[in-house]
């Protein structure tokens, strides 16, 4: 499969990014009965209210994309869509930030240091460069507001800006959402 057919869809919190997700999964499934879908998880439930954001999700999902299968793969993102990937299978990853959260501020974890991510960041690209499904990735773009004060946040801002230039190159098409709205950013319809 060739990574023009990989789609990176942007945006702010609640601006509609994984629903435009489940919508292109849906297109995918509904164009071909012998197709199926698969949305690997980044997320994982550190406290109360993000396992009930998680269960939400599910629920929502369920109701939208019935026949959307569902992976977690918290860490080992490259793996998983390695693992996954067919020709009549389209991966849903939801969601990059969650997953580079999970690889440099790991809660109560041992985050990785810079050789350490930029190998893992490495793994991502190459998966992704031969990925034989057509792949829609899902993130949060925040990269647009004030500049953090603190290094670590500074360092998580510019390593989350530098892995979606390095995604955005590999995909046919990126999309920023916008207030439920899709922007064509690039390769649009």
């Known amino acids: 499969m060739n990574s023009l057919s990989h789609e990176l869809i942007l945006g702010g919190a609640k601006s509609g990014k994984s629903r ?13 009965p012998a197709r199926s879908a698969t949305l690997i998880a980044t997320a994982l439930p550190a406290d ?11 629920v929502d999902r369920a109701e939208r994309v ?23 299978r389209l991966l849903v990853v939801d ?3 969650l997953w580079l959260t999970q690889c440099l501020m790991p809660p109560g974890g041992v985050a990785l240091d810079e050789a350490g991510w930029r190998a893992r960041e490495e793994a ?3 998966a992704l460069r031969e990925c034989v ?26 390593a989350l800006g530098l892995l979606h230039q390095r995604v955005a190159a590999l995909c046919g098409r990126v999309t920023l959402m916008v207030a439920g709205c899709e922007m064509s950013v690039k390769g649009g319809r």
């Open 95 to 97: 969601c990059l930030t």
């Open 66 to 88: 019935g026949a959307l299968a569902t992976v977690e793969a918290p860490v080992e993102l490259p793996a998983a869509i390695r693992q996954h990937a067919l020709p009549q």
């Open 20 to 32: 435009t997700a489940e919508l292109r999964a849906k297109a995918w499934l509904t164009a071909d």
């Open 48 to 58: 109360a209210e993000m396992a009930e954001r998680i269960r939400r999700h599910r």
């Open 124 to 126: 991502l690209l190459q």
């Open 133 to 158: 499904s057509p792949v829609v990735l899902v993130s949060n773009e925040i990269g647009l507001g004030v500049m953090p004060l603190g290094r670590e946040t500074r360092a998580f801002l510019d």
